[in-house]
């Protein structure tokens, strides 16, 4: 039997840095909460992303939640956002109290769709838009980011999945109002439990998201905004994070060499593939769409390959969602979740695998037409 294929490997993710070392720095400096390391993280992830600010959070739902309370979302305010991104901007929206306004996506990207984000802001009266950078491939962020700004509307970017993604020189998480990161294991840039940050350029946004991440405090003791919480990376895993975000660049490269092996070896398959293998796609994940995707899946799966779905149930019609839908509501949203399939593609994925992967799925087809 060869030797099953894992969807992720927390091994080779972490093959590279001495955690033992890191944790030993921050033991030897005897303080643990919002101490050096998240100090450092905070200013070169910020300058990662070519921005001001940069917030450390305890994860990346948070900073999605606090974003929100940032720039005003509050009870009764309405947040433009995709169905189809594993409901974290939903939970954030219902955290908040606010109402979902879901736009359906373009078809080749899977992102939110400018023409219909331009439609929704005259018909609706929102307060933000949470635009995520889905599977690491920016969005259509420059023409959603003018639309926001003509409407007055604020722009929060999801960049849980797209964490050094580029574009014309601009990095995600700089082109709206507030970029919204996890660090959660398994993302681009991962850490060793939870994490998340905000960046930002603006001094006034990064004084609430100061306040807000640590009790509502303007200073020690003095409580100045209302819901504020503690939500703070932790010293520990920021130390861990400073250890591997000057490799974040090239980690990248590699999942993008990873995902044009894949789109070279699945040419000509009745498969849709992702949209750009340039550099403002960090190959969060390598999702392929196709009808027959159960079977694709269950075939994999007995060839050793594991896959995942990303997402296979659109927010609108979750039962944790506050403004439910019905089928139907968003066509490319709903086509999507019904038929992408995520192949395996991290730093670390033998090249042999690699040919697994796709000579599997080439069986498949071959085997099944
Ligand atoms: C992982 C993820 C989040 C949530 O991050 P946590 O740190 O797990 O809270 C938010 N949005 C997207 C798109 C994600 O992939």
Not at 65 to 73: F, I, N, P, S, T
Not at 169 to 198: E, M
Not at 256 to 263: L, P, T
Not at 307 to 333: K, R, S
Request: charged content about 20%; hydrophobic content about 40%; overall charge neutral.
């Amino acid at each position: 039997m060869t030797e099953p294929i894992l969807f992720f490997s927390p091994q080779a993710a972490n093959s590279a840095i001495e955690p033992a070392a890191s944790f030993a720095r921050v033991l030897a400096s005897n303080w643990y909460i919002l101490g050096k390391e998240v100090a450092t993280f905070e200013r070169d992830f910020a300058a990662y992303c070519g921005v001001n600010h940069g917030i450390g959070l305890a994860n990346g739902t948070d900073a999605l939640e606090l974003a929100l309370r940032a720039v005003g979302v509050g009870p009764g305010k309405q947040v433009l956002l995709a169905a189809n991104a594993g409901f974290y901007g939903s939970t954030a929206v219902n955290l908040v109290g606010a109402r979902p306004v879901y736009v359906d996506v373009t078809a080749s990207s899977l992102t939110l769709d400018p023409q219909r984000v331009d439609t929704s802001l005259k018909k609706y009266r929102p307060q933000a838009i949470i635009l995520t950078h889905l599977y690491g491939q920016l969005a259509d962020v420059e023409e959603i980011s003018a639309l926001a700004r003509q409407h007055g509307v604020a722009l929060i970017e999801d960049c849980a999945q797209s964490h050094g993604a580029l574009r014309n020189g601009q990095r995600a998480g700089s082109f709206g109002d507030i970029g919204c990161f996890s660090f959660y294991p398994t993302k681009n840039l991962g850490a060793l439990g939870d994490g998340g940050a905000v960046v930002c350029r603006d001094d006034r946004l990064a004084s609430k998201l100061l306040s807000l991440r640590q009790y509502g405090w303007g200073r020690k003791y003095h409580n100045d905004m209302p819901l504020g919480r503690n939500s703070r990376l932790d010293e520990l895993q920021a130390a861990v994070l400073n250890d591997k975000l000057p490799t974040l660049d090239a980690d990248n490269h590699r999942r993008r060499e990873i995902a044009r092996f894949y789109q070279n070896a699945l040419d000509g398959l009745p498969l849709k593939l992702p949209p750009s293998t340039s550099e403002d796609y960090v190959a969060h994940l390598y999702v392929v769409r196709t009808a027959r995707r159960d079977a694709l899946r269950q075939y994999l799966g007995e060839c050793g390959v594991a896959t995942d779905i990303h997402y296979p149930v659109p927010d609108h019609l979750q039962p944790a969602c506050a403004e439910p839908g019905h089928a139907g509501n968003l066509p490319e949203t709903e086509k999507g979740c019904a038929t992408v399939l995520s192949l395996p593609c991290y730093p670390g994925l033998p090249q042999s695998a690699m040919a697994r992967v796709a000579s599997a799925v080439r069986d498949f087809f071959a085997t099944t037409d």
